[in-house]
């Protein structure tokens, strides 16, 4: 069977490809290592994102997108190449169509380079959708009706939110803080409080296994490693959960005050739909322990997380592919 068209949610931490009628095929880092001595690439995915902090001078690790959007076009290139050549089957010669997401404030530059880093990887032609809409569709909302919905996308590098109704967006903020800057803030407050250095995975690695958005009751714990700031030698101590949600408290607060604009911006009979339906949780960050109750909390609005909100955009991308003409509209074509 030849593939035509391929889905990719190419996000700042992870990137999901999606096939229709076979679902996600690929999820995998967004992250690359390459070899300044010999200029060519040598590992894309989880097999670099191992190497992270762990390479010689020679070799350095890149994350090509940040916040978003390319910060290094030619090595965002060689990660299209990698994910289109590892889900096509080797026989086919033709090129697959692509749709990628993009954050929805994203500039037309910034639009342009997503589709030609796409068209220079192997694509035959690249679309782009805006990821809120794409998070929407992916999470079941039906976003062609007459009503308002609200989304809520966090990922890596952008929290999008944004209302929908009758295919558009009709409000909608996006800011370049989420899970990367969870991870730097908890990586500082253990610097801060214990005068310990760790890394960024190690960081993630707490903020997955024990984070939380409010304080439990029940506390949670988790040992980790790092090197001691004084003495220079390695050392473990004890996190809890509680010391997770009072590292990361800023951030969350600065995505709460993106969810308030978009709520005061928000026409007075979409915000009646929103308050009976909820907002929607999706991405990544979404699966952050109470961060729905904490989001509910401050705006006043019942808040849920989407099934599966990891793969909420990547889902959206393959039901985009498969109904092209009625998403046509909320899509922006580009060959």
């Known amino acids: 069977m030849f593939l035509s068209k391929i889905g990719i949610d190419l996000g700042t931490c992870n990137s999901i490809v999606f096939v229709p009628k076979k679902g996600v095929v690929l999820n995998e880092p967004s992250v690359v290592a390459v070899s300044h001595e010999e200029n060519k690439i040598l590992a894309v995915g989880k097999e670099a994102k191992e190497m992270t902090g762990r390479t010689p001078e020679t070799i350095v690790v890149y994350r090509p997108l940040k916040d978003g959007v390319i910060a290094d076009f030619r090595v965002t290139m060689a990660m299209l190449r990698y994910f289109i050549k590892k889900t096509k089957p080797k026989y086919q010669f033709t090129k697959p169509s692509l749709i990628i997401s993009v954050p929805a404030g994203i500039t037309s530059t910034e639009k342009r380079a997503v589709i030609q880093a796409a068209i220079e990887a192997g694509a035959k032609e690249a679309f782009v959708a805006k990821e809120p809409i794409l998070a929407a569709i992916g999470a079941g909302i039906p976003i062609n009706t007459c009503s308002g919905h609200m989304i809520v996308d966090i990922g890596g590098g952008t929290t999008e939110v944004a209302v929908i109704s009758l295919g558009g967006i009709v409000t ?27 890394g960024e995975q190690t960081a993630e690695e707490i903020k997955i296994k024990i984070g939380t958005a409010l304080p439990e009751k029940k506390e949670r714990t988790i040992e980790i490693r790092g090197r001691d700031l004084v003495s220079g030698l390695p050392k473990s101590i004890k996190v809890t959960s509680n010391e997770v ?91």
């Open 245 to 335: 949600a009072e590292a990361i408290s800023d951030v969350l607060e600065e995505i709460v005050q993106a969810v308030k604009a978009v709520l005061r911006d928000t026409p007075p009979e979409l915000s009646a739909d929103i308050m009976d339906k909820g907002m929607v949780l999706s991405g990544g960050g979404a699966l952050l322990r109470n961060l729905d109750q904490l989001i509910a909390k401050f705006t006043g609005v019942p808040c849920f997380v989407a099934d599966e909100p990891l793969l909420c955009v990547a889902k959206g991308t393959g039901a985009v592919l498969e109904n092209l003409d009625v998403y046509k509209k909320s899509i922006m074509s580009v060959k």
């Open 172 to 198: 909608f903020n996006s800011v370049r803080i989420a899970g990367d800057k969870m991870n730097i803030a908890v990586a500082e407050y253990i610097k801060r409080k214990y005068n310990l250095a760790i």
